[in-house]
Nanobody
């Protein structure tokens, strides 16, 4: 059974940084895509960043490009989201997710992801 456990959220001032982690277990992820999404109160869940685990290709939403970086560890079971220059509009619950087949679907569509973590709150104060 696939499990995704996020950590690293918290409260930070605007301009600050946070690093989110997502520990994945339960299967091999060599042909998977890992994504980060976020959901603010009253808004739909939106794509933030994704990485194709074996290919290393990365994708970012325009709103975070140049500020956020998605990476994986060498062991291939943890995904990180380094968030710099945080803004109040980045405040949301952040979720990691896995799409077990990166060769179909798209990186930005949450419906294409098969498993989700429980989410971690990120709050950016102005």
């Amino acid at each position: 059974q696939v499990q995704l456990v996020e950590s690293g959220g918290g409260l930070v001032q605007a301009g600050g940084s946070l690093r989110l982690s997502c520990a994945a277990s339960g299967r091999t992820f060599s042909h998977s895509r890992m994504g980060w999404f976020r959901q603010a109160p009253g808004k739909e869940r939106e794509f933030v960043a994704a990485i194709n685990w074996s290919l290393g290709s990365t994708f970012y939403a325009e709103s975070v490009k140049g500020r956020f970086t998605i990476t994986t560890d060498n062991a291939g079971n943890t995904v990180y989201l380094q968030m710099n220059s945080l803004k109040p509009e980045d405040t949301a619950v952040y979720y990691c997710a896995v799409d077990v087949n990166l060769y179909i679907g798209s990186h930005y569509n949450p419906a294409d992801y098969n498993y989700w973590g429980q989410g971690t709150q990120v709050t950016v104060s102005s």
